[in-house]
């Protein structure tokens, strides 16, 4: 049986009428391929694999534009085996099965291996990737999938186990602006019959807006082409306002359920951690103008403000909970500056975890230690029966002292004389920490 090819490509006389610019300048093979030099470098293990024809199960990871789908494309005009392609977005069970009982037909009659390469796998549900599962781990076919999402937590763990991760990254800047001068250059299958020019400024916003999206890049400078008339003799001039409206608005890289969503808050969380207001309101932004919902990023702030700052400054949770009722109460995008003014407030407070520590130790004396009753003298008399067998007996009312404080006994006795919260020297615990000092030495005194 003959191989068909995963993407068949039109003769090149059409390529300009049938096919966006992005598709018809995808690399044919890795002398062409731009960027990810980590895997496609001459010498790489991934590279030799493939040029050798023996590839393990593997997933691509990475953004938008970076290459997942190209580099099927090369293994594709590489390899002896079958290679078949399918979408998680309009594939079923019913097309997966299909494949895979072509692919074993081909292997018992003809010895030959299938490459099952399916694109956007995360788009396929647990029942889906099941299917797969035996025929990966039987050998029948090689699986390929391809994802913009983090494989962790969008591929089934047995799934996952049998396959190589290679993660692509962003292009980068220079990456990106080699492969729009090789478009506008190459006369076969890009822009190069046409006489076009980009000035540096325009080509800047073009490489700077496309966010290491190839595609982006690709796409917008062919709109902005055929949108620029031709001068005199032919040359079309595309300027910045050419490419500003072929990009239109930026889409920003997000999805609320996905990866990018966890790793933004996770990068304002320690970027306010580490005290840093310029970063922390950066990545606010970034989350907000992609349209993240701002009660969520609020409830970080609340969460920050009692874990990491706590009571070195007690009016971090005051603050953190005022910018929830603004924007409970004028909404977005009035509340926005509500929320850059917590952020910048978390950001430059003093910090401290005493509090986070405090309740971890009680969290654990709690969990793996004895559930003690209430001393006696802490429990509250309130009829004659509590009070005859011992309720209440020895209390000491702390404003009946001096500075309102006395010393007692107030954990279980397996717990007597425990600390959990240890204060730090940061803000407002400097107080604090003093205070106590106070106590205990004006308590020793008394005993």
């Not at 966010?211 to 062919?222: I, K, M, P, T």
């Not at 130790?361 to 009753?373: A, F």
Request: aromatic share 8%.
């Amino acid at each position: 049986m003959d191989r068909m090819p995963l993407f068949d490509l039109p003769e090149e006389k059409d390529l300009p009428h049938s096919m966006p610019l992005a598709a018809r300048m995808r690399p044919q093979t890795f002398d062409e391929f731009v960027g990810q030099e980590h895997l496609v470098a001459a010498g790489r293990v991934f590279r030799k694999c493939i040029e050798a024809d023996q590839l393990p199960s593997m997933i691509f990871w990475g953004p938008p534009g970076s290459g997942k789908t190209t580099l099927a494309h090369i293994i594709a005009n590489i390899t002896r085996a079958q290679f078949s392609s399918l979408s998680a977005v309009s594939a079923g069970v019913a097309d997966l099965r299909h494949v895979i009982g072509e692919a074993e037909k081909r292997l018992k009659l003809s010895g030959q291996r299938t490459i099952l390469f399916i694109d956007e796998i995360h788009r396929f549900n647990k029942a889906q990737q099941d299917v797969i599962l035996p025929f990966v781990e039987s050998g029948t076919v090689t699986f390929i999938g391809a994802t913009t999402e983090n494989p962790s937590f969008e591929v089934i763990a047995p799934l996952l186990s049998r396959c190589r991760v290679f993660q692509l990254n962003p292009l980068s800047n220079e990456e990106v602006k080699l492969i729009v001068e090789r478009a506008m250059k190459n006369k076969k299958r890009g822009l190069g019959k046409f006489q076009i020019g980009i000035s540096e400024e325009a080509l800047n916003h073009l490489v700077t807006a496309s966010n290491g999206d190839a595609r982006v890049a690709l796409n917008a400078l062919e709109m902005a082409a055929f949108a620029t008339v031709p001068d005199s003799e032919g040359l079309r001039s595309i300027d910045l306002s050419a490419v500003e409206q072929s990009l239109q608005h930026r889409a920003l890289l997000y999805d609320k359920s996905g990866d990018q969503h966890y790793d933004l808050i996770s990068a304002l969380h320690k970027s306010l951690r580490g005290s840093d207001p310029d970063a922390a309101l950066y990545w606010l932004g970034r989350m907000l103008e992609a349209g993240e919902d701002p009660l969520y990023i609020v409830r970080r702030l609340v969460r920050f403000a009692s874990e990491d700052v706590g009571v070195a400054d007690p009016q971090a949770l005051v603050i953190a909970v005022a910018a929830q009722q603004a924007v409970h109460f004028v909404g977005l995008p009035e509340g926005n500056l509500a929320l850059a003014q917590a952020v910048v407030y978390l950001a430059t407070a003093p910090k401290s975890n005493s509090l986070y520590q405090a309740y971890s130790r009680v969290q654990q004396d709690i969990q793996h230690g004895r559930n003690e009753p209430v001393p006696l003298h802490l429990r509250n008399p309130v009829t004659e029966l509590m009070r005859k067998t011992g309720y209440g007996k020895g209390y000491k009312y702390a404003h009946d002292y001096p500075d309102h404080f006395v010393r007692q006994q107030n954990l279980p006795p397996s717990l007597k004389e425990k600390r959990y919260y240890i204060p730090s020297d940061q803000g407002y615990e400097k107080e604090i920490s003093s205070r106590l000092r106070k106590w205990w030495r004006e308590s020793q005194k008394e005993g």
